[in-house]
C-alpha cells in the first residue's frame, strides 16, 4: 500500500511544476503592469519605453459612441478608430513628461492569462489627470517572455468620457 501511494506521490509532482512556474510568470506580468503604472505616475520616460519588445507595436485606442459623437462635434470626418504611426508609446509617455500636471492610469479587475510564454493582460482603466478622470474603458495587452523578462507587444484600448466628478 505504501509503494502505490508512494508511487502515486512521484507521478503527481510533474503536474505540479506547470503550476508553480505559471504563478511566477503572473508575479512577472504582474510587476510590468505595476511598472507600466508606477511609471507613468513618475514621468519616467526610460523605464516606460523599456516595457516594450520594439518601439513599433501595436498602439490602438477605439473610441466608444458617446466619446466618438462628442469628437465628431469638433470635427465631423472624426472616426471611432483613428490609425496614426504617430501614436504610440513613445508619444505616449513624452505627452505626459512634458505636462505639467498629475497623471495616473488606474487599473481595476487585471486578469492575466499565461502559458510562461505568452501572456494577455486585460482590465478595466480610468486615466487621470490632477485627480480628475478624462477617459475610462477597457484595455487589453499582449506581452511575449523574451527570456529575459516579459515585454509588451500590443496595447489596445476603449475610450469613454471619464466621469464627471462634484465641484
Not at 483613428?82 to 508609446?89: G, S
Not at 505616449?92 to 494577455?120: H, L, M, P, Y
Not at 475610462?136 to 529575459?148: D, I, P, S
Not at 509588451?152 to 469613454?160: E, F, P, R, T
Request: proline letters at 2%; zero cysteines.
Amino acid at each position: 500500500m505504501k509503494s502505490i501511494i508512494l508511487a502515486a506521490t512521484l507521478l503527481s509532482l510533474p503536474a505540479l511544476a506547470p503550476a508553480a512556474s505559471n504563478a511566477a510568470a503572473v508575479r512577472d506580468v504582474e510587476a510590468v503592469v505595476e511598472a507600466f503604472r508606477t511609471s507613468i505616475i513618475d514621468k519616467d520616460k526610460a523605464r516606460f519605453v523599456a516595457l516594450f519588445l520594439h518601439d513599433r507595436i501595436t498602439w490602438q485606442s477605439v473610441d466608444g459612441d458617446d466619446f466618438v459623437q462628442r469628437r465628431r462635434l469638433k470635427n465631423p470626418k472624426a472616426r471611432k478608430v483613428e490609425v496614426e504611426a504617430r501614436y504610440n508609446p513613445q508619444s505616449f509617455i513624452d505627452g505626459i513628461v512634458s505636462d505639467q500636471a498629475r497623471t495616473e492610469e488606474t487599473f481595476r479587475n487585471v486578469k492575466i492569462e499565461t502559458d510562461g510564454d505568452v501572456a494577455s493582460v486585460w482590465f478595466d482603466y480610468a486615466f487621470l489627470q490632477d485627480g480628475r478622470e478624462t477617459n475610462r474603458g477597457k484595455e487589453a495587452w499582449q506581452l511575449v517572455n523574451t527570456g529575459e523578462g516579459w515585454k509588451i507587444v500590443a496595447v489596445v484600448w476603449s475610450m469613454n468620457a471619464g466621469r464627471k466628478t462634484a465641484k
